[in-house]
Nanobody, 125 residues
Framework: VPLTESGGGSVQAGGSLTLSCVAS????????MAWFRQVPGKEREFVAS???????TYVDAVKGRFTVSRDNTRNTVSLQMNSLKPEDTAVYYC????????????????????WGQGTQVTVSS
């Protein structure tokens, strides 16, 4: 598995967490990296992405609260999550896009080739 997430945990509403994703065995500098999340019984949903160019896209529910970033020198992608809400509770997954140099804004599960194992984020009220 070339992607490994860390940084999940339990926080109270209004708190912050930073998730990290480390790529090993290969580099992903020419593709978008993204974060998805999933709760039991629901489909995995897109949260945020950062393209090879550095351009970012967020789902409306996290705009202004979450910030995605990448450090290509360290093969890492991060998700800074502030002002967390109970509805942010989910397993968060890091993923690497299968489309080199993609510059669009459409990101669906089928567009991603590699996935991490997920990290649990729990926000209590």
């Amino acid at each position: 598995v070339p992607l490994t997430e860390s940084g999940g945990g339990s926080v109270q509403a209004g708190g912050s967490l930073t998730l990290s994703c480390v790529a090993s065995g290969r580099t992903f500098t020419n593709v978008a990296m993204a974060w998805f999340r999933q709760v039991p019984g629901k489909e995995r949903e897109f949260v945020a992405s950062i393209r090879w160019s550095g351009a970012k896209t967020y789902v409306d529910a996290v705009k202004g609260r979450f910030t995605v970033s990448r450090d290509n020198t360290r093969n890492t992608v991060s998700l800074q999550m502030n002002s967390l809400k109970p509805e942010d509770t989910a397993v968060y997954y890091c993923a690497a896009d299968r489309r080199p140099y993609y510059s669009g804004t459409s990101f669906t599960i089928k567009d991603f080739e590699f996935w991490g194992q997920g990290t649990q984020v729990t926000v209590s009220s």
